[in-house]
């Protein structure tokens, strides 16, 4: 069973920082694609950032590039979102999401971490 558990969600003043962490289990995530979205109330759900199985290449919305850096630690199966310079447009449920190399979806999903930046 694939589970992916996400933390570091909290309060935060408008250019704080956040670091979001999702620990992956349930079998080998070497070659998968790892990403963090986000929702905001009335908005569909969208992809912040997205790193491929070794590391190498990254996606950034737009919105938070220069702002948020996506990392993965291979051996603990874990993928980061440091987040910095946060304003109220950030606040949102974040997700963690994983799919296999070569596939369009993401098939697998956390259950979210609210993140929500004071202004």
């Known amino acids: 069973q694939v589970q992916l558990v996400e933390s570091g969600g909290g309060l935060v003043q408008a250019g704080g920082s956040l670091r979001l962490s999702c620990a992956a289990s349930?079998?080998?995530?070497?070659?998968?694609?790892m990403a963090w979205f986000r929702q905001a109330p009335g908005k569909e759900r969208a992809r912040v950032a997205e790193?491929?199985?070794?590391?190498?290449?990254?996606y950034y919305a737009a919105s938070v590039e220069g702002r948020f850096t996506i990392s993965k630690h291979n051996a603990g199966n874990t993928v980061y979102l440091q987040m910095n310079r946060l304003n109220p447009e950030d606040t949102a449920v974040y997700y963690c999401?994983?799919?296999?190399?070569?596939?369009?979806?993401?098939?697998?999903w956390g259950q979210g971490t609210q993140v929500t930046v004071a202004s």
């Open positions: 999401a994983a799919k296999p190399s070569g596939t369009d979806k993401y098939t697998y």
């Open positions: 790193i491929n199985w070794s590391g190498i290449s990254t």
């Open positions: 349930g079998r080998t995530f070497s070659y998968f694609y």
